[in-house]
């Protein structure tokens, strides 16, 4: 038969299957309905296995900011309070998961301060079931309402009796509140729920409690740690009985406010210890241990705090972010890649979840993992192509791939790029430090040859900025390309200017010895090791012992560097995912191999 032209009529699809049909033999016939009828079965089965798939999980239970309707701004804390205390009391369901309270304070609200849709945010964090409400006042009288709605529907679950209370007194209704949405979600969700005698009370102040969730946002939103300890001060002030208050104050100390706070917030609690809920115990033990640099015992409670909530993302991620500091490096990386980052973390901003790969991604790379930690990094520069952190890891992953000629093609894209914080390293990821690392990584991973072209890249690129060494650390990341290049001289004169305040540093010192070793200075080499052993801090004591260390490898007393190496790993030597691991280290080339060496090295695990 002639193909029909363009311009004729083609035979419909019907008028073809019925020929096809009427030519066939009825084994033929029976054959075809029997396929036909598997195909149909078939995407039957895979188009509900993709709904089940994509439809979020009934028992995750998300909680959104109520919305006020007073018409009294003063009382518009008050939304947060409800979202937050009532995900604070929910861990009391047995078989249900509940998004973590830091999603209420990084995504619960829009960018003008209004309530997030509650669906939107349920759908947003993977959660089937999301708790909604809103208050009002009804002459002087607050009432407050809430309901439990399907995520995927929209359609309201069940309706929740109103709570009452002065309007003076606003926080009275949050204990009601929550006792009242958990037994609903008991019910809604056919689960049961331990009694509500156990655990603390609201806070008796609405002050406080406002001041409390001013602390949170500016936590979880990465405000400037100032602003997060003077709002758990002030809230610590209002209440002195609100102690969550203090456990928070003693956290942000451990978290960049300062560890003398932290140790005055542990000794006024002692008395009160016992009136604290276990999960908040923890986060006072974790945040002393981290003070002390004690991360094996850090790790000991974390992982004690993950069991406590176990389906806690944020208490799952802080064990393996210690486990990882203590050298866990196995243990880290099953902890982190537990996580579903697609719908675990709510508690970071959008713009602070590269900090989670920069951990998890960091545990691959430090296990071996590379081609795992080569399609993450893969998608992260996909969906982030302008940010320098994501080339970082995928540089570092075609590194340890023995890749080298890719890795470097990653360079010169990054070198174009602005300095990334997304990852939270300190200065952030400039082109100086990702061309640091990564030719100290090219070069550990064999490939010296594209190690000094990394290297040399860097060098050039530091020389042609108009202010040589104008962060805190460039001069240390060029001083250390420089070495790795042989051109010692050039390094020492680098570090010589150095600012004033940072003559003290650990790295610098570290780095200022080694130098010396490598040039003939005794005097250089001296000063450095007596001005690192001087530094007792047991917070600082483990990098100023491991700096010392480089220096003894420098100087070739192996025996000496073993020793202080060893003494700082049983002290609380940090071990990073991103940043100047001994890993990659060539100072330490000359122990390379060494069983006592490559059992710090390669981790606990």
Not at 259 to 280: E, H, I, K, M, W
Not at 291 to 296: A, K, L, N, Q, T
């Amino acid at each position: 038969m002639a193909r029909p032209s363009i311009g004729s009529p083609r035979p419909c699809r019907a008028i073809i299957a019925a020929r096809l049909y009427t030519s066939m033999s009825r084994p033929q016939l029976i054959v075809l309905l029997l396929a036909v009828t598997a195909g149909a079965a078939t995407a039957a089965t895979l188009a509900a296995r993709r709904t089940a798939a994509e439809r979020p999980a009934r028992d995750r239970v998300a909680v959104a900011v109520f919305t006020n309707r007073t018409g009294d701004s003063t009382l518009e804390p008050l939304g947060s309070m409800a979202a937050d205390w009532i995900t604070r009391g929910l861990d009391r369901l047995e078989s249900v998961e509940v998004v973590d309270v830091g999603a209420v304070h990084a995504q619960g609200r829009g960018p003008s301060g209004e309530p997030i849709d509650p669906v939107l945010l349920a759908r947003g964090n993977g959660a089937g079931t999301v708790v909604s409400g809103s208050y009002y006042l009804a002459t002087d009288t607050l009432v407050v309402r809430a309901s439990l709605v399907d995520a995927a529907s929209g359609t309201v679950l069940q309706t929740i009796a109103p709570v009452h209370a002065p309007a003076g007194e606003a926080v009275r209704a949050l204990d009601q509140l929550r006792q009242q949405v958990t037994t609903a979600l008991a019910g809604v969700l056919d689960t049961r729920f331990t009694s509500f005698t156990a655990g603390p009370s609201a806070p008796r102040s609405f002050a406080a409690y406002q001041a409390f969730i001013d602390g949170q946002t500016a936590y979880w939103q990465g405000l400037p740690v100032e602003t997060a300890r003077a709002r758990f001060q002030a809230a610590a002030a209002q209440d002195s009985a609100f102690l969550t208050a203090g456990v928070w104050l003693a956290f942000v100390g451990a978290n960049g406010a300062g560890c003398g706070l932290t140790d005055s917030v542990v000794t006024a609690l002692a008395p009160q210890r016992s009136a604290l809920t276990p999960f908040d115990r923890l986060t006072l033990d974790l945040s002393a241990a981290k003070c002390r640099s004690d991360w094996e015992a850090g790790f000991a409670l974390a992982r004690e705090q993950a069991a406590l909530r176990p389906r806690s993302s944020y208490a799952v991620y802080t064990a393996g972010v210690f486990g990882l500091l203590s050298g866990h490096f196995q243990a880290a990386a099953e902890l982190l890649g537990s996580i579903d980052p697609r719908r675990d973390l709510g508690w970071l901003t959008d713009s602070a979840k590269m900090i989670y790969w920069r951990d998890y991604i960091g545990t691959l790379h430090l296990t071996g993992a590379h081609r795992r930690e080569l399609r993450h990094a893969e998608q992260l520069v996909r969906a982030f192509p302008d940010r320098a952190t994501g080339r970082l890891f995928l540089g570092r992953a075609l590194a340890g791939l023995g890749r080298g000629r890719e890795a470097l093609s990653h360079l010169e894209v990054a070198l174009r790029l602005p300095p990334d914080a997304s990852a939270r390293v300190q200065a952030g990821v400039s082109p100086g430090f990702f061309t640091m690392l990564l030719a100290a990584e090219l070069r550990v991973h064999g490939d010296t040859a594209a190690a000094r072209i990394a290297a040399e890249r860097g060098v050039t690129w530091y020389r042609a900025r108009p202010r040589d060494g104008s962060g805190r650390y460039d001069r240390y990341y060029l001083g250390r390309m420089l070495a790795l290049l042989g051109r010692y001289d050039e390094a020492a004169a680098v570090l010589a200017f150095r600012a004033p305040a940072d003559s003290n540093d650990a790295l610098y010192l570290g780095l200022e010895g080694a130098l010396g070793a490598a040039r003939g200075a005794s005097e250089t080499v001296e000063d450095a090791d007596r001005r690192l052993a001087a530094m007792t801090d047991p917070a600082v004591a483990p990098l100023a012992a491991s700096m010392r260390a480089r220096i003894a490898a420098a100087q070739g007393d192996r025996e000496k560097a073993l020793e202080l190496l060893e003494w700082a790993w049983a002290r609380g030597m940090t071990r990073v995912a991103t940043g100047l691991d001994m890993h990659l280290d060539w100072i330490y080339d000359p122990l390379r191999g060494d069983p006592r060496f490559e059992r710090i090295n390669r981790g606990r695990d």
